[in-house]
T-cell receptor, first 111, second 117 residues
Framework: DQQVKQNSPSLSVQEGRISILNCDYT??????FLWYKKYPAEGPTFLIS?????DKNEDGRFTVFLNKSAKHLSLHIVPSQPGDSAVYFC??????????FGTGTRLTVIP | GAVVSQHPSWVICKSGTSVKIECRSL??????MFWYRQFPKQSLMLMAT?????????EQGVEKDKFLINHASLTLSTLTVTSAHPEDSSFYIC?????????????FGPGTRLTVL
């Protein structure tokens, strides 16, 4: 049972435009959400996180939005750069428990 | 920033041999470490969760006698793939949860590519 879902396996965006990556979850006990970026043959790199008490967290070009009623979160990257091309995983946890990962979205930023 | 290291980064071994992969948290203490496996073009699959000083908790379908996990200290966890077979060939990634730079999150190692001939 996939508790965290990323329904778009891939996304292509022009350089300079906004990239929006979406993630849905089913477990209402999740209270901490993270986004990771992953290149092939490397471990995921932590990007940004948000706790359930917030609905937005911003760090430079990256902003994560959380809609608890819809059990949905999104990652906005603006402006998108070619170096942002990678696979992005969203993850969620309940308390200090293990993270549940989505299946990833491959972002391609076209120069 | 927080760093989690893995050693070796890649290993090739013969079928039937055992391989040990080390995972270290370099600038924070990790009471909990996780081991993941990633198949090509798939998401990360949690294999087991290890807490320092206690036995690891394995996910359903993961053979605990085949994938031995030892969490000897707050900064070191090891995964030993025993009697490796070609189907064990995969990308293994460890992760450590802790607070570094004021952020409580889960940091990942760079991964270990295991190829069993």
């Amino acid at each position: 049972d996939q508790q965290v879902k990323q329904n778009s396996p891939s996304l292509s965006v022009q350089e300079g435009r906004i990239s929006i990556l979406n993630c849905d979850y089913t477990n209402s006990m999740f209270d901490y959400f993270l986004w990771y970026k992953k290149y092939p043959a490397e471990g995921p790199t932590f990007l940004i996180s948000i706790s359930s008490i917030k609905d937005k967290n911003e760090d430079g070009r990256f902003t994560v939005f959380l809609n608890k009623s819809a059990k949905h979160l999104s990652l906005h990257i603006v402006p998108s750069q070619p170096g942002d091309s990678a696979v992005y995983f969203c993850a969620a946890s309940a308390g200090a428990n293990n993270l549940f990962f989505g299946t990833g979205t491959r972002l391609t930023v076209i120069p | 920033g927080a760093v989690v290291s893995q050693h070796p980064s890649w290993v090739i071994c013969k079928s039937g041999t055992s391989v040990k992969i080390e995972c270290r948290s370099l600038d924070f203490q990790a009471t909990t470490m996780f081991w993941y496996r990633q198949f090509p073009k798939q998401s990360l699959m949690l294999m087991a969760t290890s807490n320092e000083g206690s036995k690891a908790t394995y996910e359903q379908g993961v053979e605990k006698d085949k994938f031995l996990i030892n969490h000897a200290s707050l900064t070191l966890s090891t995964l030993t793939v025993t009697s490796a077979h070609p189907e064990d060939s995969s990308f293994y990634i460890c992760s450590a949860r802790g607070v570094a730079g004021g952020v409580d999150t889960q940091y990942f190692g760079p991964g270990t590519r295991l190829t069993v001939l």
